[in-house]
């Protein structure tokens, strides 16, 4: 089993900037690929970036790309996403999520291609 822990949301003004964190606990040993997600009022879970595991390759959604920031410290027990430019479309609940190398398939792009949650940190962003 893994654990996800993430942290430091919170409310920042249009154009300021956030580090979100994600603790990660339990057994490591297989994953694949840590991700971000987000999810606004009466809209779906969103994928916002990820990185693979052993190699560090990063991939971002198109809405972020060039302000968001995913990345994983040596120790591979947390992950960040910084957050600049920060648009008040950015208002989410932002989810950490864990992709097992004994899921099917390489996708990481999805929900349904993860197998571990955090129970997620609000990002507020004001105009």
């Known amino acids: 089993q893994v654990q996800l822990v993430e942290s430091g949301g919170g409310l920042v003004q249009a154009g300021g900037s956030l580090r979100i964190s994600c603790a990660i606990s339990g057994r490591m040993s297989n994953m694949f690929f840590m991700g971000w997600f987000r999810q606004a009022p009466g809209k779906e879970r969103d994928f916002v970036a990820s990185i693979s595991w052993s190699g560090g390759n990063t991939y971002y959604a198109d809405s972020v790309k060039g302000r968001f920031t995913i990345s994983q410290t040596n120790g591979k027990s947390t992950v960040y996403l910084q957050m600049n430019s920060l648009k008040p479309e950015d208002t989410a609940v932002y989810y950490c999520?864990?992709?097992?190398?004994?899921?099917?398939?390489?996708?990481?792009?999805?929900?349904?291609?993860?197998?571990?949650w955090g129970q997620g940190t609000q990002v507020t962003v004001s105009s």
């Open positions: 999520a864990a992709k097992d190398t004994l899921s099917a398939g390489g996708s990481h792009y999805f929900t349904y291609d993860y197998d571990y």
